[in-house]
C-alpha cells in the first residue's frame, strides 16, 4: 500500500487537491472495479470519457481519482490533476 505522495514523487507538472496522505491499495481504470483505497484514473478513451465515470466511483467510496482537469468533487477526494 502506496500513499498518494509516494505514488505521484516522481511525477512533474502535477497539481494534487486533498489529501497527499490518503492510502492506495490499487489502481483502475475500469470505474466498476473502483473503491476504497482504490485509484480511478479516469483515461479519456475513443468512445468514452472516463470524467463521466467519476461521481460513480466517488459514490462507490474511492476518494482518489486521476484526472486531466480539476472537477467539483467533495473535499473528502483526493484529486491529481496531470495534463
Do not use: W, Y
Not at 486533498?18 to 479519456?44: I, P, Q, Y
Request: neutral net charge; charged residues 20%.
Amino acid at each position: 500500500m502506496k500513499t498518494v505522495k509516494e505514488l505521484i514523487a516522481s511525477l512533474s507538472a502535477v497539481q494534487v487537491f486533498g489529501n497527499l496522505d490518503a492510502s492506495v491499495r490499487a489502481l483502475t481504470s475500469d470505474s466498476r472495479k473502483a473503491g476504497a483505497e482504490v485509484l480511478f484514473a479516469a483515461l479519456k478513451g475513443t468512445k468514452v470519457d472516463g470524467h463521466d465515470f467519476v461521481a460513480q466511483v466517488v459514490a462507490a467510496g474511492c476518494d482518489v481519482v486521476l484526472v486531466e482537469r480539476q472537477l467539483n468533487l467533495p473535499a473528502s477526494v483526493t484529486q491529481i490533476v496531470v495534463a
